[in-house]
Nanobody, 126 residues
Framework: QLQLRESGGGLVQPGGSLLLSCAAA????????IGWFRQVPGKEREGVSC????????YYIDSVKGRFTISRDKAKNAVNLQMNTLNPEDTAVYHC???????????????????WGQGTQVTVSP
């Protein structure tokens, strides 16, 4: 069974950076589309970025384009989310999720992902 574990969250000042990692044990992530989502209490969960199955094709929502970068770390069987120029509006619990999507195709965020991690808190505050 695919189990995902996020790491790398924390407290950072505005303008700072964090590297989130989504790792899995035993099950290779290459064949899954991986998405990063974030949720703030009282608000709907928001898809932030994804990377395609067996692919390096990526997608970002407008508010993070140019600041966030999603990538695969095949040596560690992980997918990273490098977050730069963070602002307080980025504060949320960040979850990674895996989904079976079209191999080599673009990833899709607005579907029900099959497997979810527990989440990691990101707080951007002076």
């Amino acid at each position: 069974q695919l189990q995902l574990r996020e790491s790398g969250g924390g407290l950072v000042q505005p303008g700072g950076s964090l590297l989130l990692s989504c790792a899995a044990a035993a099950v290779p992530l290459d064949g899954y589309a991986i998405g990063w989502f974030r949720q703030v209490p009282g608000k709907e969960r928001e898809g932030v970025s994804c990377i395609g199955a067996n692919s390096e094709r990526t997608y970002y929502i407008d508010s993070v384009k140019g600041r966030f970068t999603i990538s695969r770390d095949k040596a560690k069987n992980a997918v990273n989310l490098q977050m730069n120029t963070l602002n307080p509006e980025d504060t949320a619990v960040y979850h990674c999720a895996a989904d079976v999507q079209t191999p080599f195709g673009p990833c899709v965020l607005n579907v029900d992902y099959d497997h979810w991690g527990q989440g990691t808190q990101v707080t951007v505050s002076p």
